[in-house]
Structure formats: C-alpha cells, structure tokens
Nanobody, 126 residues
Framework: QVQLVESGGGLVQAGGSLRLSCAAS????????KGWFRQAPGKERELIAS????????YYADSVKGRFTISRDNAKNTVYLQMNSLKPEDTAVYYC???????????????????WGQGTQVTVSS
C-alpha cells in the first residue's frame, strides 16, 4: 500500500511563505511523475504544479506561476512545493499525488493520478 504524507501546511499572513513536503512510503514510485493539487471550499480540485520523474520538466498553473516552485528528491522519495508571496486566495487543502508508472511525462488532470495524500491545510490571512 502506497502512502503519501504531506506536511508543512499552516497559517501564514499574506506575502509570507510556506514549504510543503510530500513523502512517499518506501521506494514506491520514486521515479514517477508527481503533482500538487489544491481544493478550496466549494471549488473543484485543481492542479497547481506537476513534475516529471527526474525533475527535468515542470508545469505550473497560471495562478501560481512565478510564486510557487515544485521540486523533488528521488533519493528521499519526497516532493516539495515552495510557496512564496502567498495570497488569501491560495487558502485551500493541498494534496500531493503520484502516477503509478515510471518514466517521462507530465500529467495535468486528477484522473491521471493513482495515489493521493490526505491533504494539508494552508490558510493565508489578509
């Protein structure tokens, strides 16, 4: 059973920063593409960033481009999301997810992802 555990969420003032981490259990899917999603109350889950299996390719939603950075450390089987210049509209539950298969590619829709973490709350106060 694959487990993805997010950490690093919390309450921060607008303009502040947070760094989210997502650790996968064991060596499972250490070479698989991963993504960070978020879901605000009353809204659909949206992809905000994804990263290819080796970190060579990344994708960002327009809403976070230039403020958020996705990265990964395959040796630690961990993916990160550095969030800077946070805005109140960034408030949401943030989820990491992984593709099951290994190899190249970026994935943008939730249905393409096979395993999900439990989510971590990020709240940005104005």
């Amino acid at each position: 059973q694959v487990q993805l555990v997010e950490s690093g969420g919390g309450l921060v003032q607008a303009g502040g920063s947070l760094r989210l981490s997502c650790a996968a259990s064991g060596r499972a899917f250490s070479s698989s593409a991963k993504g960070w999603f978020r879901q605000a109350p009353g809204k659909e889950r949206e992809l905000i960033a994804s990263i290819s299996w080796n970190g060579g390719s990344t994708y960002y939603a327009d809403s976070v481009k230039g403020r958020f950075t996705i990265s990964r450390d395959n040796a630690k089987n961990t993916v990160y999301l550095q969030m800077n210049s946070l805005k109140p509209e960034d408030t949401a539950v943030y989820y990491c997810a992984t593709i099951r298969r290994t190899g190249p590619g970026l994935f943008r829709i939730p249905q393409e992802y096979d395993y999900w973490g439990q989510g971590t709350q990020v709240t940005v106060s104005s």
